[in-house]
Protein backbone atom coordinates (compact mmCIF):
# COMPACT_ATOMS: atom_id res chain seq x y z
CA UNK A 1 0.00 0.00 0.00
CA UNK A 2 0.91 3.55 -0.81
CA UNK A 3 0.96 6.46 2.00
CA UNK A 4 -2.03 8.72 1.39
CA UNK A 5 -1.43 12.04 3.20
CA UNK A 6 -4.43 14.99 3.45
CA UNK A 7 -3.38 17.46 0.80
CA UNK A 8 -4.39 20.73 2.18
CA UNK A 9 -3.77 21.84 -1.34
CA UNK A 10 -6.40 19.77 -2.85
CA UNK A 11 -8.56 19.26 0.52
CA UNK A 12 -8.51 15.87 0.01
CA UNK A 13 -6.19 12.79 1.57
CA UNK A 14 -4.57 11.78 -1.98
CA UNK A 15 -2.01 8.45 -2.75
CA UNK A 16 1.63 10.52 -2.08
CA UNK A 17 3.63 9.85 -5.14
CA UNK A 18 7.66 12.00 -4.27
CA UNK A 19 9.21 13.69 -7.49
CA UNK A 20 11.70 11.75 -7.45
CA UNK A 21 11.86 8.98 -5.11
CA UNK A 22 15.39 8.51 -4.52
CA UNK A 23 15.30 12.07 -3.02
CA UNK A 24 12.24 12.81 -1.00
CA UNK A 25 11.62 16.37 -0.09
CA UNK A 26 9.81 17.55 2.78
CA UNK A 27 10.23 21.21 4.88
CA UNK A 28 8.99 22.25 7.65
CA UNK A 29 8.94 25.82 9.02
CA UNK A 30 10.92 25.99 12.26
CA UNK A 31 10.85 28.01 15.55
CA UNK A 32 11.31 31.74 15.86
CA UNK A 33 14.16 31.64 18.47
CA UNK A 34 12.80 34.38 20.26
CA UNK A 35 12.29 32.54 23.50
CA UNK A 36 12.21 28.76 24.79
CA UNK A 37 9.70 26.82 22.53
CA UNK A 38 6.44 25.70 24.02
CA UNK A 39 4.49 22.17 23.61
CA UNK A 40 2.73 23.35 20.89
CA UNK A 41 5.53 24.03 19.05
CA UNK A 42 6.61 20.43 20.11
CA UNK A 43 3.52 19.31 17.64
CA UNK A 44 4.81 19.52 14.78
CA UNK A 45 7.99 18.96 15.43
CA UNK A 46 6.60 15.50 16.98
CA UNK A 47 4.32 14.69 14.06
CA UNK A 48 6.89 15.91 10.70
CA UNK A 49 9.45 13.67 12.46
CA UNK A 50 7.19 10.86 12.43
CA UNK A 51 6.24 11.19 8.83
CA UNK A 52 10.11 11.12 8.37
CA UNK A 53 10.58 8.02 9.98
CA UNK A 54 7.82 7.08 7.91
CA UNK A 55 9.43 8.18 4.76
CA UNK A 56 13.07 6.79 5.33
CA UNK A 57 11.08 3.57 6.09
CA UNK A 58 9.53 3.40 2.78
CA UNK A 59 12.17 5.09 0.46
CA UNK A 60 15.15 4.64 2.56
CA UNK A 61 16.95 6.45 5.10
CA UNK A 62 19.29 8.23 2.18
CA UNK A 63 16.71 9.13 -0.05
CA UNK A 64 14.74 11.35 1.69
CA UNK A 65 15.80 15.21 2.47
CA UNK A 66 14.41 16.71 5.30
CA UNK A 67 15.20 20.63 5.76
CA UNK A 68 13.44 22.46 9.18
CA UNK A 69 14.12 26.20 9.54
CA UNK A 70 15.23 28.61 12.26
CA UNK A 71 13.69 31.96 11.80
CA UNK A 72 16.58 33.88 13.93
CA UNK A 73 15.45 37.13 11.97
CA UNK A 74 12.59 38.69 13.47
CA UNK A 75 11.39 41.56 15.43
CA UNK A 76 9.82 40.03 17.90
CA UNK A 77 13.93 38.44 18.29
CA UNK A 78 15.39 42.17 18.11
CA UNK A 79 13.36 43.48 20.06
CA UNK A 80 13.95 40.61 22.72
CA UNK A 81 17.47 41.29 22.72
CA UNK A 82 17.46 44.83 22.79
CA UNK A 83 15.12 44.66 25.87
CA UNK A 84 17.82 41.96 27.59
CA UNK A 85 20.96 43.76 26.41
CA UNK A 86 22.34 41.41 24.34
CA UNK A 87 23.20 40.63 20.64
CA UNK A 88 20.75 38.47 18.65
CA UNK A 89 23.20 36.00 18.07
CA UNK A 90 23.68 35.59 21.56
CA UNK A 91 19.54 35.61 22.45
CA UNK A 92 19.02 33.19 19.58
CA UNK A 93 22.16 30.84 20.06
CA UNK A 94 21.47 30.07 23.85
CA UNK A 95 17.44 29.83 22.69
CA UNK A 96 18.76 27.49 19.56
CA UNK A 97 20.47 25.35 22.04
CA UNK A 98 17.82 24.97 24.22
CA UNK A 99 15.17 24.08 21.96
CA UNK A 100 17.80 21.09 20.30
CA UNK A 101 17.74 19.73 23.93
CA UNK A 102 14.27 20.24 23.94
CA UNK A 103 13.30 18.15 21.22
CA UNK A 104 16.06 15.61 21.64
CA UNK A 105 14.17 14.74 24.55
CA UNK A 106 10.85 14.27 22.87
CA UNK A 107 12.92 11.31 20.70
CA UNK A 108 12.80 13.58 17.50
CA UNK A 109 15.45 12.92 15.13
CA UNK A 110 17.42 15.98 13.97
CA UNK A 111 16.71 17.31 10.23
CA UNK A 112 18.68 16.40 7.22
CA UNK A 113 19.36 20.31 7.31
CA UNK A 114 18.53 23.06 9.88
CA UNK A 115 18.89 26.31 7.65
CA UNK A 116 19.16 29.58 9.62
CA UNK A 117 17.46 32.61 7.79
CA UNK A 118 20.80 34.73 8.71
CA UNK A 119 22.46 32.64 6.68
CA UNK A 120 20.19 32.95 3.69
CA UNK A 121 20.24 36.71 3.53
CA UNK A 122 21.10 36.38 -0.26
CA UNK A 123 18.79 34.04 -1.60
CA UNK A 124 16.26 36.38 -0.13
CA UNK A 125 17.63 39.30 -2.15
CA UNK A 126 17.96 37.59 -5.09
CA UNK A 127 14.57 35.89 -4.54
CA UNK A 128 13.21 40.31 -4.61
CA UNK A 129 14.94 40.88 -7.40
CA UNK A 130 13.50 37.88 -9.93
CA UNK A 131 9.97 38.87 -8.86
CA UNK A 132 10.48 42.70 -8.99
CA UNK A 133 12.21 41.72 -12.48
CA UNK A 134 8.87 40.00 -13.47
CA UNK A 135 6.76 42.70 -12.78
CA UNK A 136 5.40 40.38 -9.80
CA UNK A 137 6.93 43.14 -6.86
CA UNK A 138 7.66 46.40 -6.88
CA UNK A 139 9.89 48.91 -4.60
CA UNK A 140 8.02 51.65 -2.91
CA UNK A 141 9.64 54.17 0.39
CA UNK A 142 12.30 51.50 0.63
CA UNK A 143 9.96 48.62 0.80
CA UNK A 144 10.12 45.70 -1.64
CA UNK A 145 6.60 44.96 -1.62
CA UNK A 146 4.60 41.59 -3.43
CA UNK A 147 1.47 42.87 -5.85
CA UNK A 148 -1.29 40.61 -4.73
CA UNK A 149 -3.41 41.47 -7.48
CA UNK A 150 -1.03 40.53 -10.30
CA UNK A 151 -1.48 36.75 -9.49
CA UNK A 152 -4.40 35.30 -10.19
CA UNK A 153 -4.31 32.15 -8.80
CA UNK A 154 -3.57 34.26 -4.98
CA UNK A 155 -5.55 32.42 -2.19
CA UNK A 156 -5.08 28.42 -3.76
CA UNK A 157 -3.89 27.20 -0.44
CA UNK A 158 -6.04 28.64 1.76
CA UNK A 159 -9.44 29.10 -0.14
CA UNK A 160 -10.04 31.88 1.66
CA UNK A 161 -12.68 34.24 0.52
CA UNK A 162 -11.11 37.47 -0.83
CA UNK A 163 -13.23 39.58 1.89
CA UNK A 164 -11.58 37.88 4.52
CA UNK A 165 -8.37 38.20 2.61
CA UNK A 166 -8.72 42.03 2.53
CA UNK A 167 -9.87 42.26 5.86
CA UNK A 168 -7.26 40.49 7.39
CA UNK A 169 -4.47 42.61 5.31
CA UNK A 170 -6.57 46.16 6.88
CA UNK A 171 -4.70 44.82 9.80
CA UNK A 172 -1.33 45.81 8.24
CA UNK A 173 -2.46 48.48 6.43
CA UNK A 174 0.56 51.36 4.70
CA UNK A 175 0.50 54.61 2.83
CA UNK A 176 3.33 52.85 0.27
CA UNK A 177 1.28 49.49 -0.46
CA UNK A 178 -0.32 49.99 -4.15
CA UNK A 179 -3.07 47.32 -2.76
CA UNK A 180 -4.11 46.47 0.53
CA UNK A 181 -3.03 43.07 0.45
CA UNK A 182 0.40 43.57 -0.72
CA UNK A 183 2.76 42.05 1.76
CA UNK A 184 6.05 42.87 2.64
CA UNK A 185 9.55 40.66 1.07
CA UNK A 186 12.01 43.72 1.85
CA UNK A 187 11.68 46.47 4.59
CA UNK A 188 14.16 49.26 5.85
CA UNK A 189 16.21 49.38 8.95
CA UNK A 190 16.31 52.39 10.55
CA UNK A 191 16.36 52.13 14.58
CA UNK A 192 19.87 51.09 15.45
CA UNK A 193 18.91 47.48 17.52
CA UNK A 194 17.23 46.54 13.78
CA UNK A 195 19.71 44.27 12.10
CA UNK A 196 20.21 45.38 8.42
CA UNK A 197 21.94 44.15 5.75
CA UNK A 198 22.42 46.32 1.78
CA UNK A 199 19.42 46.15 -0.13
CA UNK A 200 18.24 44.55 -3.42
CA UNK A 201 16.36 45.98 -5.90
CA UNK A 202 18.67 49.67 -6.18
CA UNK A 203 17.50 50.15 -2.64
CA UNK A 204 20.38 52.43 -0.90
CA UNK A 205 18.90 52.16 2.85
CA UNK A 206 20.12 48.86 4.29
CA UNK A 207 17.00 46.52 5.57
CA UNK A 208 16.20 43.02 6.27
CA UNK A 209 13.76 40.74 4.90
CA UNK A 210 10.11 40.14 5.46
CA UNK A 211 9.07 36.86 7.47
CA UNK A 212 7.68 35.06 4.48
CA UNK A 213 10.39 35.51 1.95
CA UNK A 214 12.84 33.63 4.97
CA UNK A 215 11.09 30.47 3.99
CA UNK A 216 10.72 30.53 0.27
CA UNK A 217 14.57 31.21 0.31
CA UNK A 218 15.79 28.66 2.39
CA UNK A 219 13.81 25.86 0.97
CA UNK A 220 14.92 27.14 -2.33
CA UNK A 221 18.55 26.39 -1.29
CA UNK A 222 18.10 23.03 0.07
CA UNK A 223 15.23 21.52 -1.57
CA UNK A 224 15.06 23.16 -4.97
CA UNK A 225 12.25 25.28 -6.52
CA UNK A 226 8.84 22.38 -6.36
CA UNK A 227 9.59 20.10 -3.78
CA UNK A 228 7.35 16.91 -2.41
CA UNK A 229 5.97 17.64 1.31
CA UNK A 230 5.73 21.49 2.97
CA UNK A 231 4.59 21.61 6.86
CA UNK A 232 3.74 23.29 9.51
CA UNK A 233 1.17 24.21 11.74
CA UNK A 234 -2.51 25.05 11.06
CA UNK A 235 -2.30 28.95 11.76
CA UNK A 236 0.52 29.39 9.22
CA UNK A 237 -2.10 28.63 6.12
CA UNK A 238 -2.62 32.08 5.95
CA UNK A 239 -0.79 34.58 5.18
CA UNK A 240 2.48 32.87 5.96
CA UNK A 241 1.93 29.39 3.42
CA UNK A 242 -0.20 31.29 1.16
CA UNK A 243 2.68 33.99 0.51
CA UNK A 244 5.12 31.51 0.62
CA UNK A 245 3.49 29.85 -2.11
CA UNK A 246 2.89 33.49 -3.80
CA UNK A 247 6.56 34.39 -4.26
CA UNK A 248 8.19 30.60 -4.81
CA UNK A 249 5.71 29.81 -8.08
CA UNK A 250 6.20 33.65 -9.30
CA UNK A 251 10.04 33.65 -9.03
CA UNK A 252 9.94 30.64 -10.61
CA UNK A 253 7.07 30.08 -12.76
CA UNK A 254 6.05 26.51 -11.40
CA UNK A 255 2.21 25.84 -10.90
CA UNK A 256 3.44 25.09 -7.13
CA UNK A 257 6.08 25.34 -4.70
CA UNK A 258 4.96 22.06 -2.70
CA UNK A 259 2.92 19.34 -4.13
CA UNK A 260 1.41 18.51 -0.65
CA UNK A 261 0.88 20.36 2.25
CA UNK A 262 0.07 19.26 5.56
CA UNK A 263 -1.02 21.07 8.88
CA UNK A 264 -0.73 19.87 12.19
CA UNK A 265 -3.94 20.93 14.87
CA UNK A 266 -4.06 23.65 17.68
CA UNK A 267 -2.46 21.84 20.80
CA UNK A 268 -5.14 23.61 22.94
CA UNK A 269 -5.65 24.73 26.64
CA UNK A 270 -9.56 25.34 27.93
CA UNK A 271 -10.27 25.33 24.50
CA UNK A 272 -7.59 27.86 23.10
CA UNK A 273 -4.38 27.53 21.36
CA UNK A 274 -1.69 27.26 23.49
CA UNK A 275 1.01 30.60 22.31
CA UNK A 276 3.43 33.03 23.67
CA UNK A 277 0.75 36.08 23.62
CA UNK A 278 -2.32 34.59 25.14
CA UNK A 279 0.00 33.49 28.27
CA UNK A 280 -1.36 30.19 28.53
CA UNK A 281 1.64 28.24 27.94
CA UNK A 282 4.06 25.48 29.49
CA UNK A 283 7.27 25.71 28.12
CA UNK A 284 8.52 22.25 26.78
CA UNK A 285 11.75 22.18 29.48
CA UNK A 286 8.64 23.14 32.23
CA UNK A 287 7.32 19.71 31.56
CA UNK A 288 10.62 18.14 31.36
CA UNK A 289 12.69 19.59 34.09
CA UNK A 290 10.22 21.17 36.83
CA UNK A 291 7.03 20.19 38.35
CA UNK A 292 5.53 23.04 37.14
CA UNK A 293 2.94 21.13 35.53
CA UNK A 294 0.92 18.06 37.38
CA UNK A 295 3.43 17.95 40.28
CA UNK A 296 5.97 15.41 38.95
CA UNK A 297 8.77 15.65 36.24
CA UNK A 298 7.71 14.29 32.54
CA UNK A 299 9.68 11.83 30.22
CA UNK A 300 9.97 13.09 27.07
CA UNK A 301 8.65 9.56 26.20
CA UNK A 302 5.75 10.35 27.65
CA UNK A 303 4.88 13.75 25.82
CA UNK A 304 5.51 12.27 23.02
CA UNK A 305 3.05 9.46 23.41
CA UNK A 306 0.55 11.67 24.82
CA UNK A 307 1.15 13.58 21.33
CA UNK A 308 0.74 11.26 19.14
CA UNK A 309 -2.39 9.34 20.91
CA UNK A 310 -4.60 12.52 18.78
CA UNK A 311 -4.59 12.13 15.05
CA UNK A 312 -2.17 15.01 13.88
CA UNK A 313 -5.19 17.50 12.20
CA UNK A 314 -7.54 17.23 15.10
CA UNK A 315 -7.32 19.49 18.56
CA UNK A 316 -5.23 18.37 21.51
CA UNK A 317 -6.88 19.63 24.60
CA UNK A 318 -3.68 19.22 27.12
CA UNK A 319 -4.16 17.68 30.33
CA UNK A 320 -2.52 16.24 33.00
CA UNK A 321 -4.70 13.06 33.00
CA UNK A 322 -3.02 12.86 28.87
CA UNK A 323 -0.07 12.57 30.57
CA UNK A 324 -0.18 10.22 33.21
CA UNK A 325 -2.26 7.65 30.79
CA UNK A 326 0.90 7.67 28.67
CA UNK A 327 3.18 7.63 31.22
CA UNK A 328 1.32 4.18 32.72
CA UNK A 329 1.26 2.93 28.98
CA UNK A 330 4.98 3.75 28.94
CA UNK A 331 5.68 2.05 32.47
CA UNK A 332 3.75 -1.41 31.12
CA UNK A 333 5.48 -1.18 27.46
CA UNK A 334 9.14 -0.85 29.53
CA UNK A 335 8.43 -4.06 31.71
CA UNK A 336 7.08 -5.93 28.78
CA UNK A 337 11.09 -4.86 26.70
CA UNK A 338 12.49 -6.64 30.19
CA UNK A 339 10.26 -9.11 29.74
CA UNK A 340 11.06 -9.64 26.27
CA UNK A 341 15.22 -8.88 26.76
CA UNK A 342 14.89 -11.53 29.58
CA UNK A 343 13.53 -13.96 27.58
CA UNK A 344 15.82 -13.55 24.08
CA UNK A 345 19.00 -11.82 25.16
CA UNK A 346 19.67 -8.55 23.89
CA UNK A 347 20.63 -9.87 20.62
CA UNK A 348 16.89 -9.50 19.99
CA UNK A 349 17.42 -5.46 19.46
CA UNK A 350 19.55 -5.78 16.43
CA UNK A 351 18.36 -5.24 12.97
CA UNK A 352 14.93 -4.63 13.57
CA UNK A 353 13.95 -2.55 10.94
CA UNK A 354 12.51 -4.86 8.45
CA UNK A 355 10.31 -6.25 11.75
CA UNK A 356 7.64 -3.70 12.08
CA UNK A 357 4.02 -4.74 12.36
CA UNK A 358 2.02 -4.44 8.93
CA UNK A 359 -1.04 -3.30 10.94
CA UNK A 360 1.14 -0.76 12.17
CA UNK A 361 2.81 0.38 8.83
CA UNK A 362 -0.68 0.24 7.39
CA UNK A 363 -2.05 2.81 9.51
CA UNK A 364 0.60 5.12 9.46
CA UNK A 365 0.48 5.32 5.55
CA UNK A 366 -3.25 5.95 5.85
CA UNK A 367 -2.47 9.97 6.41
CA UNK A 368 -0.77 8.81 10.12
CA UNK A 369 -3.32 7.19 11.55
CA UNK A 370 -1.54 6.99 15.45
CA UNK A 371 -4.53 6.30 16.98
CA UNK A 372 -4.95 2.74 15.44
CA UNK A 373 -0.86 2.36 15.44
CA UNK A 374 -0.78 2.74 19.51
CA UNK A 375 -4.06 0.25 19.42
CA UNK A 376 -2.42 -2.02 17.98
CA UNK A 377 1.00 -1.51 19.71
CA UNK A 378 -1.34 -2.52 23.04
CA UNK A 379 -2.28 -5.88 21.09
CA UNK A 380 1.51 -6.90 20.27
CA UNK A 381 2.23 -6.25 24.03
CA UNK A 382 -0.69 -7.96 25.25
CA UNK A 383 0.05 -10.67 22.83
CA UNK A 384 3.57 -11.49 24.27
CA UNK A 385 2.70 -11.29 27.97
CA UNK A 386 0.57 -14.05 26.64
CA UNK A 387 2.52 -16.29 24.74
CA UNK A 388 5.70 -15.13 24.86
CA UNK A 389 6.76 -15.58 20.85
CA UNK A 390 10.41 -13.82 20.07
CA UNK A 391 8.60 -13.17 16.67
CA UNK A 392 6.08 -10.67 18.31
CA UNK A 393 8.71 -9.26 20.83
CA UNK A 394 11.00 -8.20 18.16
CA UNK A 395 7.63 -6.92 15.70
CA UNK A 396 6.96 -4.47 19.16
CA UNK A 397 10.31 -3.45 19.59
CA UNK A 398 10.85 -2.52 15.93
CA UNK A 399 7.38 -1.01 15.82
CA UNK A 400 7.79 1.62 19.18
CA UNK A 401 11.20 2.57 17.50
CA UNK A 402 9.50 3.07 14.47
CA UNK A 403 7.22 5.87 16.37
CA UNK A 404 10.17 6.94 17.94
CA UNK A 405 9.02 5.91 21.38
CA UNK A 406 12.10 5.37 23.82
CA UNK A 407 11.16 2.68 26.94
CA UNK A 408 11.23 4.69 30.55
CA UNK A 409 15.07 4.41 32.35
CA UNK A 410 14.78 1.92 35.18
CA UNK A 411 16.21 1.93 38.87
CA UNK A 412 19.79 3.17 39.51
CA UNK A 413 21.57 -0.45 39.45
CA UNK A 414 25.11 -0.33 41.97
CA UNK A 415 28.00 2.03 41.06
CA UNK A 416 31.80 1.94 42.38
CA UNK A 417 32.18 4.78 45.08
CA UNK A 418 35.15 5.85 42.15
CA UNK A 419 32.53 5.90 39.40
CA UNK A 420 29.75 7.88 41.38
CA UNK A 421 32.73 10.38 42.83
CA UNK A 422 33.13 11.41 38.61
CA UNK A 423 29.33 11.32 37.79
CA UNK A 424 29.42 13.81 40.37
CA UNK A 425 32.14 15.87 39.84
CA UNK A 426 30.76 15.98 35.60
CA UNK A 427 27.48 16.86 36.69
CA UNK A 428 28.66 19.80 38.77
CA UNK A 429 30.58 21.05 36.25
CA UNK A 430 27.46 20.83 33.95
CA UNK A 431 25.32 22.92 36.06
CA UNK A 432 28.27 25.63 37.13
CA UNK A 433 28.50 26.02 32.91
CA UNK A 434 24.50 26.18 32.72
CA UNK A 435 24.61 28.98 34.99
CA UNK A 436 26.83 30.93 33.00
CA UNK A 437 25.01 30.61 30.18
CA UNK A 438 27.93 28.38 28.44
CA UNK A 439 24.95 26.20 26.97
CA UNK A 440 27.53 24.69 24.53
CA UNK A 441 30.03 23.55 27.70
CA UNK A 442 26.71 22.22 29.46
CA UNK A 443 25.41 19.74 26.36
CA UNK A 444 28.76 19.27 25.80
CA UNK A 445 29.24 17.54 29.29
CA UNK A 446 25.49 16.25 29.16
CA UNK A 447 26.51 14.33 25.71
CA UNK A 448 29.69 13.05 27.82
CA UNK A 449 27.82 11.54 30.47
CA UNK A 450 25.19 10.01 28.01
CA UNK A 451 27.81 8.51 26.30
CA UNK A 452 28.87 7.06 29.98
CA UNK A 453 25.28 5.83 30.24
CA UNK A 454 23.98 8.15 32.54
CA UNK A 455 21.27 9.95 32.04
CA UNK A 456 20.41 13.25 34.16
CA UNK A 457 17.05 15.05 34.83
CA UNK A 458 17.24 19.36 35.95
CA UNK A 459 14.27 19.71 38.77
CA UNK A 460 14.37 23.27 40.72
CA UNK A 461 14.42 22.99 44.56
CA UNK A 462 10.63 24.16 45.54
CA UNK A 463 12.06 26.11 48.74
CA UNK A 464 15.60 28.37 46.68
CA UNK A 465 14.59 27.72 43.20
CA UNK A 466 17.75 26.93 42.43
CA UNK A 467 18.07 23.98 40.00
CA UNK A 468 18.86 20.57 40.92
CA UNK A 469 20.08 18.13 38.64
CA UNK A 470 19.77 14.19 39.47
CA UNK A 471 21.11 11.02 37.77
CA UNK A 472 20.19 7.59 36.97
CA UNK A 473 22.00 4.81 34.77
CA UNK A 474 20.32 4.47 31.68
CA UNK A 475 19.28 0.91 30.23
P1 LIG B 1 6.49 29.81 15.91
O1 LIG B 1 7.70 29.61 16.76
O2 LIG B 1 5.37 30.54 16.57
O3 LIG B 1 6.83 30.36 14.55
O4 LIG B 1 5.86 28.34 15.65
C1 LIG B 1 6.61 27.20 15.27
C2 LIG B 1 5.66 26.10 14.84
O5 LIG B 1 4.80 25.72 15.92
C3 LIG B 1 4.74 26.49 13.69
O6 LIG B 1 4.62 25.38 12.79
C4 LIG B 1 3.40 26.75 14.37
O7 LIG B 1 2.32 26.55 13.51
C5 LIG B 1 3.43 25.71 15.47
N1 LIG B 1 2.55 26.03 16.62
C6 LIG B 1 2.59 27.16 17.39
N2 LIG B 1 1.65 27.09 18.39
C7 LIG B 1 1.01 25.90 18.24
C8 LIG B 1 -0.05 25.23 18.97
N3 LIG B 1 -0.61 25.77 20.06
N4 LIG B 1 -0.43 24.01 18.55
C9 LIG B 1 0.15 23.42 17.47
N5 LIG B 1 1.14 23.98 16.74
C10 LIG B 1 1.58 25.21 17.12
ZN1 LIG C 1 7.76 29.12 6.97
Redesign the pocket.
Known amino acids: MAIRLYNTLTRSKDEFRPIDPDNVRMYV ?4 VYDDAHI ?2 A ?2 VIVFDLLYRLLRHEYGADHVTYARNI ?1 DLDDKINKRAHERGVTIRELTEGTTARFHAAIDALGALRPTVEPRATDHIEEMKALCEKLVASGHAYVAEDHVLFSVPDMPAYGRLSQRPLDDMIAGARVDVAPYKRSEMDFVLWKPSTEAHEPGWPSPCGIAQPGRPGWHIECSAMSWKHLGEVFDIHG ?2 I ?2 VFPHHENEVAQTTCAFGHQVMANVWMH ?1 G ?2 QVEGE ?3 KSLGNFVTIDDLLSTTKFGGQFWDGAVLRLAMLQTHYRQPIDWTVRRLEDSEATLIDWTNRRHDILNAFGSEIEIGLENDVDDKIIRSLQDDLNTHLAIARLHELSNAFALRGERAVGRSFLASTALLGLRFLPFETPSLSDERRDAIAILVAARLAARKARNFAESDRIRDELVAMGIQLMDGKDPATGEIVTTWEVMR
Do not use: E, I
Request: glycine residues 22%; contains cysteine.
Open positions: CGPTGNRPTGGDLNFLKMS
